[in-house]
């Protein structure tokens, strides 16, 4: 069950707060830090998330944001560009297509692939060939995605095998989500951009945090760690909408601002 607000620094693993130089933060953004919204332009990430992680970043070894988001919206959205403690953040992007590297301000992103660009030429004829020309598409140059969130919940279903349909003629892969559904090419996911967070680090104990099957990939990560005789703590931002992390989770809590809650009581639990 979801831990119960307010949440204070006895629900934080004992184990969080030994030698948390050692620790590896991953963070989901959307459903996460910030609460899934209508429009996906207004996510902005929780303040109490946003100064918890400013200040777990002074005493971890890494944290890392690993969002399905283009790296640009992720700091837009939540102000963690310039702030004090996270001079070390890294932001993978777009499932880890693209990074971005605080220490350097280095920003890595691919070419946008042809079958991309050829997805978001054809999308809207196609969605209004398929009585669906009053969705939302948010193109992230690397991915597009079909939003039918405050618009037409049950179309989604829908939606899904034409969709996947589409996606298997222009050689994409189908990201689904709560309420939409992301086209993208074959070149990563979560789980890859952590484990290689990970390999360079030199990291072996890793807390992370979801909200999505998006977020699977990077739980497997987790596990397999743990298998190789690291640690692992998985945290699971849970909703009425998607449950598949919930069994899986060490810490189940209550959405964004039960994640925000519990970013906090590491923190003061660390004294940060």
Known sequence: MPAADPLTTSDVP?????EPER??????FDGTLAHV???PTQAFAHPDAVSAVARLGHVLGQVAIITGRPVDQALALSGFSGMRGLEHLVVCG????ERWDAATGTHLRPDRPASVARLAEVLPAWLAAHDAAHVRIEDKGLAVAVHTRGIDAGLIHA??????????ELDLEVEPGRQVLELRGHATDKGVALRGLLAETGLRRVVYAGDDLGDL????AVDQLRTDGGEGVLVASASGEQDALVGRSDVVLDGPDAVAAW???WADALDA
């Open 37 to 39: 919204v209508d429009d």
């Open 217 to 220: 990939p990077a739980y497997d």
């Open 263 to 265: 970013l906090t009581a």
């Open 14 to 18: 004992a184990s969080l707060l030994v």
């Open 159 to 168: 939606l899904d095998a034409p969709l996947r349909a589409l996606a298997h």
């Open 94 to 97: 777009q499932y880890g297509a």
């Open 23 to 28: 620790i590896l933060l991953g963070l989901d």
